[in-house]
């Protein structure tokens, strides 16, 4: 069949089903970090794209912005001397590192790099990732960032704002999850909107920016700058979500009922995933990863076709060159974002400990507390450690010490003895 064939009414309509799934999440990434939403948004339609070239068409999955990569990006953004551009670069570097890893898969396997990269290493890190952005979620529920809407609204006035908007993305999750379920697949988008309204009704957002934002345009590129300080710091957040990348594959794959791993094969999703990612930084935009609200959407509804996925990408290029549109995105006030902040950093957290729990790994084990104990204080505790210009702080800091803990300590023969 060909792509003219498959471009009927009812995909085409499928594919903005599948765009409103993905808005929110890919959407939330730049608003949190200050990267411009309209480079994010054609980003993920052109990563998606050229995901979908490099894997034969095959693979029905859409590639948005990364919630992984945000500690990295903030610490680097953030720092002296830091700046977005500079995280970019790094960026860059670890889509690349992508691709090391799909030659590395094709010649090693999947088993050698599990045994490195275990449960009991990346379930504590991808932990870290939402608690090390606790702290951001809660400054936007307050207004910590946004004084004047402290001034003129309160704390209370924020938190009422952020606790309403909390409160209707659990509701949509949990009371629709079996009523209607594609609306539960949207509590952020959903969460967003109402929260929105809510925000609107008590006058806490200036639509000036919108009015004179033009209908069409293109979006703010910029150019990535590269420094070895930024790359120490996000590069090791690579390394887990390369391993995350093989769960989201497979995941897709079961939905299917197909061995995406074996056809396309795995070494071809992680280049794809890896360009889409490096092709993003380079104009400006986040890291890309596969979405696991558009795989649930794709379960749901049952339709495999990938290039539904494709049209959906069509969708975010067509609303990344429309400047109002961005605009109106731009003009979402932080208690809404930090509303749903509180939520999705929990929620990713969670699933760190989750995935412990899935893989049943064993706390009795003296090294593995041992490990995971040392990832979690030093990611959280914000560690630093310099040599020269290269920086290694905070989440990168713990990834290292966690793999060179598990190299030495599991890998040694020895058996530990069991905790009491």
């Known amino acids: 069949m060909s792509i003219k064939e498959d471009v009927t009414g009812k995909n085409v309509v499928l594919g903005i089903q599948h765009t409103f799934v993905m808005f929110g999440a890919t959407v939330l990434v730049p608003i949190i970090t200050g990267l411009d939403v309209g480079v994010t948004l054609f980003a993920a ?58 030659g590395l898969f094709k010649v090693i396997g999947y088993d050698m790099l599990h045994k490195v990269l275990p449960p009991h290493v990346t379930g504590p890190v ?109 590069l090791p957040i690579a390394i887990v979500t390369i391993v995350e990348h093989f769960g989201d594959v497979l995941a897709i794959g079961n939905v299917v009922g197909k061995n995406f791993i074996k056809d396309p094969g795995i070494h071809r999703t992680l280049l794809g995933d890896g360009l889409a990612t490096s092709l993003s930084a380079l104009m400006g935009g986040p890291a890309n990863t596969t979405y696991s609200e558009n795989t649930g959407a794709v379960a749901l509804t049952g339709v495999y076709n990938p290039i539904v996925m494709r049209i959906a990408a069509c969708c975010a290029i067509l609303l990344a060159v429309i400047p109002k549109f961005t605009a109106l995105v731009g003009t979402i006030p932080s208690p809404v974002i930090g509303g749903l902040s509180i939520l999705l950093f929990g929620m990713i957290a969670a699933i760190g400990a989750k995935n412990m729990v899935d893989a049943r790994v064993d706390f009795s084990d003296a090294r593995v507390l041992m490990i995971t104990a040392s990832i979690l204080v030093l990611g959280i505790g914000g560690a630093e450690l310099s040599f020269g210009s290269i920086q290694f702080k905070g989440l990168g800091l713990a990834a290292i010490v966690g793999i060179i803990l598990n190299l030495i300590l599991m890998f040694s023969g020895k058996k530990a003895p069991k905790t009491e």
Not at 51 to 73: E, Y
Not at 188 to 200: F, M, W
């Open 45 to 102: 339609g052109i990563g998606t794209w050229l995901f979908h070239v490099l894997t034969k068409f095959k693979v029905p999955v859409f590639l948005g912005s990364s919630f992984a990569f945000i500690p990295g990006i903030i610490a680097v953004s953030t720092a002296d001397g830091g700046s977005l551009p500079e995280a970019c670069g790094a960026i860059v570097v670890a889509g690349l590192l992508y691709v090391v890893a799909a």
């Open 126 to 234: 991808i932990m870290l990732i939402g608690l090390i952005l606790a702290p951001v979620a809660i400054k936007n529920a307050n207004g910590s960032y946004a004084p004047q809407l402290v001034e003129q609204f309160g704390i209370g006035g924020c938190w009422f704002v952020a606790a309403f908007t909390f409160a209707v993305a659990v509701f949509v999750r949990v009371f629709f999850e079996k009523r209607a379920k594609l609306l539960s697949m949207l509590p952020v988008l959903t969460a967003l909107i109402i929260g929105y309204a809510l925000a609107v009704f008590m006058g806490m957002v200036d639509f000036t920016t919108v009015k004179a934002a033009a209908w069409f345009g293109v979006p703010k590129f910029s150019a990535p700058v590269f420094s070895m300080r930024s790359m120490s710091i996000i």
